[in-house]
T-cell receptor, first 114, second 113 residues
């Protein structure tokens, strides 16, 4: 157990809907990153938040957005859901924002878009 | 596109044998990390090796890094059934304080008891 929690565990939505996923960082970690992992693939970096500001973004459209709160917990919002958004969404917290340290991953949220 | 690519895609061995997985990447890195994932769950960090290091050990794990060949290997010695999982390498390609980690597709390891 890493101390990083995510909710919900599983979620089923229909195409066109919006979804919000939540992540609670490990205590003391000020950086959180979000990843999308399709079946049989490695995690794809969506974006990273450091002290409530976006600090790097992968190749994802603007309908993927996020927030980080003063307590360093975070949300991932996806608008206008598409079938290809079905995946495991992982968040990871860390002490460093430059990738020089270990990331602690949560168990993930499994999103299915019908 | 994925910078890190693991090889082989799948590996099946008997308990007690050693397992070797390789990772190749394309651009310069600051460090390379190996992670393990059990059956669609969260990833667990195994080891981080910096670009100026050539080898690192952690318990039964041995990681090497060859920056001239842009490759790394993960060796698990005396494997156990509990080592069955997917293993990923991750490289960082960010600069100036930003961090853009890139994971490969992973190696699926099955250790038969």
């Amino acid at each position: 157990e890493t101390g990083v929690t995510q909710s919900p565990t599983h979620l089923i939505k229909t195409r066109g809907q919006q979804v919000t996923l939540r992540c609670s960082s490990q205590s003391g970690h000020n950086t959180v990153s979000w990843y999308q992992q399709a079946l049989g693939q490695g995690p794809q970096f969506i974006f990273q938040y450091y002290r409530e500001e976006e600090n790097g973004r992968g190749n994802f459209p603007p309908r993927f957005s996020g927030l980080q709160f003063p307590n360093y917990s975070s949300e991932l919002n996806v608008n206008a859901l598409e079938l290809d958004d079905s995946a495991l969404y992982l968040c990871a917290s860390s002490l460093s924002r430059d990738g020089r340290g270990e990331q602690f991953f949560g168990p993930g949220t499994r999103l299915t878009v019908l | 596109s994925q910078q890190g690519e693991e090889d082989p895609q799948a590996l099946s061995i008997q308990e007690g044998e050693n397992a070797t997985m390789n990772c190749s990447y394309k651009t310069s890195i600051n460090n390379l990390q190996w992670y393990r994932q059990n059956s669609g769950r969260g990833l667990v960090h195994l080891i981080l090796i910096r670009s100026n290091e050539r080898e690192k050990h952690s318990g039964r794990l041995r990681v090497t890094l060859d920056t001239s060949k842009k490759s790394s290997s993960l060796l698990i010695t005396a494997s156990r059934a509990a080592d069955t999982a997917s293993y990923f390498c991750a490289t960082d390609a960010g600069a100036g304080g930003s961090y853009i980690p890139t994971f490969g597709r992973g190696t699926s390891l099955i250790v038969h008891p």
